[in-house]
């Protein structure tokens, strides 16, 4: 299974950018999709997710502004984000739980390849 990750870019704050991540490859059931966003020497942290049910969290810092989404048919992520601030500069990252693969239910983690979004004061 590959992600691919689309819609990052430069906007300015309070702009609005809509991220989406595709799956491909090996037809599998993904049970927890998530977003993830890296900035130069910090460590990568959950912006938000999403489960096979359509439970939904969200880090602090970008609830009531970002909003996870999932269409199972097309395979695909998305990322609303809303009201964006410079703070939200960062890569972002689509994240994968892929399986069950076996009847053992094994599973396998995946990650795109990231997307850079740069918000403007």
């Known amino acids: 299974v590959t992600l691919v990750e689309a819609g990052g870019g430069s906007v300015q704050s309070g702009w609005s950018l809509r991220l989406s991540c595709t799956a491909s490859?090996?037809?599998?059931?993904?049970?927890?999709w998530a977003w993830y966003r890296r900035t130069p020497g910090q460590l990568r942290e959950l912006v938000a997710g999403?489960?096979?049910?359509?439970?939904?969290n969200y880090a602090d810092s970008v609830k009531g502004r970002f909003a996870v989404s999932r269409d199972n048919a097309e395979n695909t992520l998305y990322l609303l984000m809303n009201n964006l601030k410079p703070e939200d500069t960062a890569t972002y990252y689509c994240?994968?739980?892929?399986?069950?693969?076996?009847?053992?239910?094994?599973?396998?983690?995946?990650w795109g390849q990231g997307t850079l979004v740069t918000v403007s004061a």
């Open positions: 994240h994968a739980v892929v399986g069950p693969l076996n009847v053992e239910g094994a599973t396998v983690e995946v």
């Open positions: 999403i489960s096979s049910g359509g439970s939904t």
């Open positions: 490859g090996r037809r599998a059931p993904i049970s927890t």
